[in-house]
């Protein structure tokens, strides 16, 4: 599994998608660079989101707010007094580890446990296993589960600020239990705000004390009343933005996972109150069948509906994707009630209501939200598209696998040889492809090799120009998945990269 996720990050790094930033300098922690391709990438994401959200629905705008908002802003949401993540000190190793996380790691240890032992008993028993049957009858899992299930419990209840001392505690019984950090010598629990400070302002005195934003959110939510009145739009509707935010993370690791610097995508639907489950219950199907559209495996992902709610939530799921380090939060779907309308008119003292002209009625409309991370978007997709491949004849490719409507180049031309004026066709292929797509030239080295770099790259497309294509204009096409090749008419090439890569 570690192997797994190493070969993920020096792939990403090879072929031009993520960078440690500053790397020069020996990076900055959770800090990441998109390279050529990466941002490519990451850039399809946000568009297909886009299109998915704001496109294709007729009540859904999209809006671009910057990332300083005025101070205020993070009393009313919360963000001040409760946004933060419970940290505790290891004294003997002097890592420092964010408590929760530290608890969760235990039980997706103890899920490895499980999957072990239904993999062993899959293959001792063969055909006659029924993998339902073995999980509630075998003792060894069902005490497992039991363990796992009681751990995350107790962790939901004492999160709260009064009783840290029990997250303490329950970590000093792991400790015992299932040892993990290799020590029992901890400090205190304590909470740790996880939001970003900075100044605006010239002078000193005039200076005010500002927040880099940790959730693109709130920029709607100060928003609703100018985007609803100048966009008449009438409810249910939503605003969509995708955007920077930062937060201090505690524990930076997993790569592009939990970064210091990412970024959201972030949709608020606007609706009545007492429809919130129906329109929870919709989003939640919603946003899982856009994800399930990528072909990324249905079995991929699962809901995790939340007991603990925060304090802004009446119901919350998270869309959990198999990262190859377990299954993790990808997509948070929330019902955040009128909690952050009220209290923006609360601290702004302006009314943010909403007047149904067919009721004659004015409300503080409640919200649905969907949040999803793109960069944690990318990290499933990328890590999910990444395979080495038996072939026939015995040797290995390693391929990319990326949905091609993601994918940063869509083809890329060949000249077989760099002569007999093949190069010119390719690059007159190229001239007419380019205005359609992202394509790419390659001359050096053996066909064979040019293929590999692509199918490693991710490019679902090759196109190779040969001496039969001075005599009828027609080149090969091969393809990254099946590695099958057509012979095809340059003619007929657009049509065919359209009809694989278009939304
Ligand atoms: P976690 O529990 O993993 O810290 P969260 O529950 O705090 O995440 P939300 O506040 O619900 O996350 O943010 C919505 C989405 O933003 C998450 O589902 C995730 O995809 C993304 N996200 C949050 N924090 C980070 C981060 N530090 N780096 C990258 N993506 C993030």
Redesign the pocket.
């Known amino acids: 599994q570690d192997d797994d996720f190493k070969r993920v990050i020096s792939h990403a790094k090879e072929y031009g998608y993520v960078f440690q930033s500053s790397e020069i300098y020996d990076g900055l922690s959770a800090v990441y660079d998109y390279a050529q391709n990466g941002a490519e990438l990451k850039k399809n994401i946000r568009e297909y989101w886009w299109k998915a959200m704001v496109q294709l629905n007729e009540n859904i705008v999209g809006i671009d707010a910057a990332i300083f908002m005025h101070p205020t802003t993070w009393k009313a949401s919360g963000h001040v007094d409760a946004f933060n993540d419970p940290l505790i000190d290891n004294k003997d190793s002097k890592k420092r580890y964010r408590a929760d996380v530290l608890v969760e790691d235990h039980v997706a240890k103890i899920e490895a446990k499980i999957e072990k032992e239904v993999a062993k008993a899959a293959k001792r028993f063969g055909d006659k296993f029924d993998e339902a049957q073995f999980l509630a009858t075998n003792q060894r899992v069902v005490d497992y589960q039991e363990q796992a299930t009681t751990i995350l419990k107790r962790l939901g209840k004492s999160l709260a600020a009064e009783d840290l001392a029990d997250v303490k505690k329950l970590i000093e019984e792991l400790d015992i239990a299932c040892p993990m950090s290799g020590s029992k010598n901890w400090t205190e629990v304590k909470q740790f705000n996880l939001m970003f400070g900075t100044k605006l302002g010239a002078t000193a005195e005039s200076a005010m004390d500002l927040y880099l934003r940790p959730?693109t959110a709130q920029g709607i939510f100060v928003n609703f009343l100018n985007v609803q009145k100048t966009g008449r739009m009438k409810i249910p509707f939503g605003i969509a933005q995708t955007g920077k935010?930062f937060?201090n993370?505690i524990v930076a690791r997993q790569f592009?996972?939990?970064?210091?610097e990412?970024e959201?995508m972030e949709m608020q639907y606007f609706i009545k109150p007492g429809t919130q489950q129906e329109w929870y219950e919709n989003w939640k199907k919603n946003r899982m069948k856009w994800h399930l559209s990528l072909g990324l495996g249905a079995e991929n992902y699962r809901f995790h509906d939340h007991e603990k709610l925060a304090h802004y939530a009446d119901a919350a799921s998270?869309i959990e994707f198999r990262f190859p380090f377990g299954f993790?939060?990808?997509?948070?779907i929330?019902s955040r009630t009128d909690f952050d309308l009220a209290s923006h008119e609360k601290h702004s003292g302006k009314k943010l209501q909403y007047f149904d002209y067919e009721t004659r009625e004015s409300y503080v409309p409640y919200v649905v939200e969907t949040?999803?991370?793109l960069?944690?978007?990318f990290l499933a997709v990328f890590s999910n598209s990444l395979q080495e491949e038996e072939l026939a004849n015995g040797s290995t490719r390693t391929v990319l696998k990326l949905p091609s409507v993601l994918a940063p180049t869509k083809a890329a031309v060949f000249p077989l040889v760099k002569k007999d004026g093949l190069p010119e066709i390719a690059q007159e292929i190229i001239e007419d492809l380019k205005w359609d797509f992202n394509v790419e030239y390659d001359e050096k080295d053996a066909v064979g090799r040019r293929y590999r770099r692509q199918d490693a790259a991710g490019t679902p497309f090759c196109i190779t120009v040969d001496h039969q294509t001075l005599e009828d204009k027609t080149v090969t096409i091969r393809h990254r998945d099946s590695m099958e090749q057509q012979r095809v008419a340059i003619e007929s090439l657009k049509g065919i990269i359209h009809e694989a890569v278009d939304m």
């Open positions: 959730e935010a937060r993370e592009i996972f939990r970064m210091r990412f959201q998270d993790k939060e990808l997509e948070g929330h949040s999803i991370g960069d944690r978007m």
